[in-house]
Nanobody, 118 residues
Framework: QVQLVESGGGLVQPGGSLRLSCAAS????????MGWYRQPPGKRGEMVAS???????DYSVSVKGRFTISRDNAKNTVYLQMDSLKPEDTAVYYC????????????WGQGTRVTVSS
């Protein structure tokens, strides 16, 4: 079992930046893949970014070039740096992992809300 806790969400103006954090209850250094999903109000959720044990990253088309996923294994934490935020980025963001396989995995955080608005 592993617990994931997201933080860093909030209200930001269009064009602004936020950094989300996902803290795990155990080491993530050997986890197959970790990622971030988001669910806008009234819409289906989507994967926005992922990072593998080897450091390979993947992004959805909607965020590529604006978001950056990274990890700090010593802190058991995965980050999502979000720049050039748009109103369409408004959503609840969830951390997710599969220690041995592919996303979506069985472990989810509680979510952190991001609101992009003037």
């Amino acid at each position: 079992q592993v617990q994931l806790v997201e933080s860093g969400g909030g209200l930001v103006q269009p064009g602004g930046s936020l950094r989300l954090s996902c803290a795990a209850s155990r080491t993530i250094s050997n986890f197959s893949v970790m990622g971030w999903y988001r669910q806008p109000p009234g819409k289906r959720g989507e994967m926005v970014a992922s990072i593998t044990v080897g450091g390979s990253t993947d992004y959805s088309v909607s965020v590529k070039g604006r978001f950056t996923i990274s990890r700090d294994n010593a802190k058991n934490t995965v980050y999502l740096q979000m720049d050039s935020l748009k109103p369409e980025d408004t959503a609840v963001y969830y951390c997710n992992t599969d220690p041995v396989g592919q996303l979506p995995g069985p472990y989810w955080g509680q979510g952190t809300r991001v609101t992009v608005s003037s």
